[in-house]
């Protein structure tokens, strides 16, 4: 037996993937995954009315409906599965069990978040893989189609509508937005879990911040705005929503991006590390109110 | 450490980091004002036609998701022929998803194409002018959603190519035809034909004769591929029409030209 005892690592990567691992696993037997079938029924059930209408109107519903979807399936997700995770963790007495060993309150933060992300990051990643093969199959069925029905000199036209109707580079970042837009909602909702006093406080809160985060756009515009007529207190208020608030309209990409716009990698790039620096200062203000919480 | 030091501590955190991103943020919304997004314009008026849940469902990032509800709300109306409704549903649709050329596209076909038809064929109107009248102003409603689908969507090519088809088969106004298809050609990924039809409504818009047959003539030397019956057509036409002495015409053959009856002069 080797007598000197293994010095303790402040910051142990290992340590993190245990309690992150750990986490993703207690999330999956919590049988989230559910919500994937939600998913696939939607997709089912909007190829039961995709026949009333044209190529061009199927592509566009399948596009809008699905990236909605996994919009509102992830953010829900990111603000359930982490609303759930300290209140469980201290009614089921774990966490008292992992902070009386040697893990320092921001490794276990670091490892929740990362468990959630890494559930985050798998459901995104299905209901990814579940619209590229219903847009596919639908896109194969309007080549034969239109190869079938249309003149040998107008078909190379046509074909060339419906595969710039179908996939474009585009839909990659907005599906990597959607993912970074929910790991943005899983690092506040645990910020505000550190001080709710129940998980139900901290989904309402949570739910409040995201549509208040949608309109703090408006809010910096009106604040910012030379010559604005309101008050001070208007102005002081509309001053903090900007402050504190993220402005989740440069997260809402989807909507734009299905219409036919497409996003530079520079644009792109720039949203997704504002999207990081949000989901890195809210961890840090959730390890500050979490460090010295009395447990 | 007391409750309120830790509390002023994170709000300081927060305030401080909300002044770093203020700037970041206010540039990267106008980069992307700039690239054609957030261009939809939710007010009370889209509110008051969409209703509260839309209109919060709209601001929460899910405008595709509400536009297309109104959609198929509007293809129903189609089936029952309530014309009226349809616009209305349109005009939400296309102001939640301004940069989606479909809908405005669709919706000023629906309009134009459909709903003028409709108008002709009212049979409990038994006035023909007021029936006339009822068919242009649906013809007017087409054209005025494709140019603001265009104010929208300046980018694109094919808003341009459908305002050109509607001047051109429902107005009768081939010189704004003429310059939809040239406006069309110009964008990048317009369809090859667009410069084609441009320079044939040029050649039916009195007073542009000379440029017509100029564009029509740089067409024909581009090579055999572009010489289809109704350039030849036009070509023929417009070198009689301006009296081209015979050394400099385009001698072209009768049996390359479109049928007598499909000419329109």
Avoid at chain 1, 123 to 133: E, G, I, K, Q
Avoid at chain 2, 101 to 117: E, G, K, L, R, T
Avoid at chain 2, 185 to 206: G, H
Avoid at chain 2, 256 to 262: A, R, S
């Amino acid at each position: 037996m080797d007598p000197t005892p293994t010095p303790h690592i402040f910051f142990s990567p290992a340590r993190i993937w245990a309690i992150a691992s750990n986490t993703l696993l207690e999330l999956v037997r919590q049988k989230v995954f559910y919500f994937l079938l939600v998913f696939g029924f939607l997709l089912i059930g909007l190829g039961a009315i995709a026949p009333e209408f044209n190529f061009q109107e199927q592509f566009q519903l399948l596009k809008d409906v699905s990236l909605g979807a996994m919009s509102i399936f992830t953010w829900l997700l990111s603000v359930l599965a982490t609303a759930m995770l300290l209140p469980k963790d201290i009614e089921d007495r774990t966490l008292y069990t992992i902070l009386a060993k040697p893990v320092p309150r921001f490794e276990y933060l670091i490892g929740k978040l990362l468990g959630v992300l890494l559930l985050l990051l798998i459901s995104t990643l299905v209901m990814a893989a579940v619209f590229v093969l219903a847009l596919y199959s639908r896109q194969q069925l309007a080549i034969a189609e239109t190869i079938r029905n249309t003149s040998p000199d107008q078909v190379q036209d046509a074909l060339r509508e419906i595969h710039a109707a179908t996939f474009s580079f585009s839909l990659i970042p907005a599906i990597i937005i959607i993912y970074v837009k929910a790991a943005l909602f899983a690092s506040l909702t645990l910020f505000i879990s550190t001080f709710a006093s129940s998980w139900i406080f901290t989904v309402i809160v949570s739910i409040a911040c995201y549509f208040i985060g949608s309109l703090q756009g408006v809010a910096r515009e009106v604040w910012l705005a030379n010559g604005a007529t309101t008050g001070h207190l208007p102005r002081i208020f509309l001053a903090l929503i900007a402050l504190i608030f993220p402005d989740l309209q440069l997260f809402n990409l989807v909507d734009d991006i299905v219409a036919g716009n497409s996003i530079s990698l520079v644009l792109f790039g720039k949203t997704a590390a504002l999207g990081g620096l949000y989901t890195c200062i809210y961890l840090l203000v959730a390890y500050f109110v979490f460090a010295s919480k009395e447990l | 450490m007391s409750g309120w030091f830790r509390f002023a501590a994170v709000a300081g955190i927060l305030l401080l980091f909300g002044a770093v991103r203020i700037p970041i943020e206010t540039r990267l919304n106008a980069e992307y004002r700039a690239a054609f997004f957030h261009g939809a314009k939710l007010n009370l008026g889209l509110r008051q036609q969409i209703g509260q849940l839309g209109f919060l469902a709209a601001l929460g990032g899910f405008r595709a998701a509400v536009a297309d509800g109104l959609w198929i709300q509007a293809h129903i109306d189609w089936m029952n022929t309530e014309w009226g409704k349809m616009l209305f549903l349109f005009n939400s649709v296309t102001a939640l998803q301004p940069r989606n050329i479909m809908f405005w596209d669709v919706a000023a076909w629906h309009m134009a194409y459909n709903a003028s038809v409709a108008a002709m064929d009212d049979r409990t109107q038994p006035r023909l002018a007021l029936r006339l009248r009822h068919q242009h102003e649906y013809f007017l409603i087409g054209k005025d959603l494709l140019e603001r689908g265009i104010a929208n969507n300046p980018d694109r090519y094919k808003l341009y190519e459908s305002l050109g088809t509607l001047l051109r088969d429902k107005l009768q106004d081939h010189c704004g035809a003429a310059a939809a298809y040239a406006s069309a050609a110009r964008l990048p990924d317009a369809m090859t034909y667009e410069k084609r039809f441009a320079a044939y409504e040029l050649s039916r818009c009195p007073g542009h004769e000379r440029e017509a047959y100029n564009e029509l003539l740089r067409l024909y030397r581009l090579g055999e591929k572009e010489w289809l019956p109704t350039l030849l057509s036009r070509l023929k036409y417009l070198q009689e029409k301006l009296n081209i002495p015979l050394s400099q015409r385009v001698n072209i053959p009768e049996n390359q030209l479109p049928p007598q009856h499909f000419r329109d002069n």
